[in-house]
């Protein structure tokens, strides 16, 4: 039995299989399982995820148990579970992410979405039933009063039903994305958005990455649910129950990260890079064609940057990567679609025979960022509202000199926004104008600025991010 369990939708490696059946194992994606994978294999916690696609399907059926570890891969512990497709896919797309996440980054079209009928209420059976698979293999794998880590807005009703199930057991939830306020929040149907908070009431601890997204959370349990609350003491108290509310910013394993940025694969890349774009300033984003990064407001500023200032005509290329995002879901089609358009309009309008003005990759390519990030002289992270942002925290570690361009709304300004030029990311105007004053502020500025963000970002790395959670487990118990 296990004494330290984390829980999350994703995992640390996922499974592709060829047409004559071999698995292949790679690394999983997402900030989640950047931030988790290696603190995680290092000290012994047992992984629980679903599987995500038909080779971790194929994977978990060839492995009893779904403990992968245990059938000879090299993936610390870990289980995978099997959730039936159809239940998988109503979770995961209907509910979490076309719902919660919707509902935490304020991304309706209000006067056309959302439309909660019967069709929603079977979606909601799904998102029960996937988090009650979570909860039924906690339950199984969990020794006596272990304490267990509930990851995300996948598995918000997972907390209170591990604790009808093994009320020994120590529970903690995180919220890696933004709160939303109440009157915001409470787009969702009563009984769904009680359900949602009081399962994350379930847990002892609930953790947040910022004081804004804690607070909005306690205002929704008092508003939505009538619950008792201390902001000082940080403790919410509902039906007899206390959960005490942490905030852990996430931060970045700077040694791990510039060790990665030196392999050949990042410097072969950078060589490439150079040959491309010459000697000329690089402006750089890497996001995935995801809703809240607001990619194209961030293109709609470089092209108004560039009317307005002629003067870098030649001189300047912007680096966009923005990689693929929930291609299930028609939104997120039509908007990487967006992204391409804009892009050949800048393209169309500013290039020239000698000088490409944008440089558009939509193909994921992980060394390719990272030489991204060495070279950069500007790193744009404009997103409407994110939970932290940890593009905002790499940049500044690996590049030596690079100005932050920082939304406002990004959970990472709450730490970085003292040196960081911040900007409302709805204001391409404004934008625009800070990618001007990034681009001609001295060096040395730049270099005092990015000393301090690199420090700010590498203030709680996982492994402690990890600890200080654990922390305030075993603080719960005294």
Known sequence: MNSVLVASNRGPVSFTVSEDGVLTMKRGGGGLVSGLSGVTKNVGVLWVCAALSDGDRSAVRQTPGGRLDQAG???GALRMLDIPPATFHRAYNAVANSTLWFVNHLL???????????????????????NGAFALALAEEAGH????MVQDYHLTLTPAM??????????????????APPEYFSLLPDEVAREVLEGILGADHAGFLTERWAGAFMDCCRFLLGAEIDRAGRTITHEGRTTRIG????????????DRAGEPDVESHMTA???????????????????????VRGLLAYREFLAAHPEWHGRVVHLAFAYPSRHDLPEYREYTASVQRCAQEIEDEYATEDWDPLILNVDDDYPRSLAAYRMADVLLVNPIRDGMNLVAKEGPILSPTAALVLSREAGAAAELGDDALLVNPYDVSGTAAALHEALVMPVEERERRRDRLAAAATALPPQQWLAAQLDALNYDLR
């Open 145 to 148: 009063e272990a304490r267990v």
């Open 162 to 179: 591990l604790r009808a199930e093994r009320p020994d057991l120590r529970i903690a939830h995180f919220s890696h994305t933004p709160w």
């Open 273 to 295: 890079l150079r040959e491309q774009v010459g000697d000329r300033r690089l402006i750089v984003r890497i996001d995935r064609t995801e809703l809240s990064k607001n990619i």
């Open 247 to 258: 905030v852990h910013p996430l931060g970045v394993d700077g040694a791990a990260l510039r």
């Open 108 to 130: 309706y079209d209000i006067p056309n979405s959302p439309r909660f009928g019967t069709r929603f209420q079977r979606e909601w059976e799904s998102y029960r039933d996937y």
């Open 73 to 75: 891969y090299d993936t």
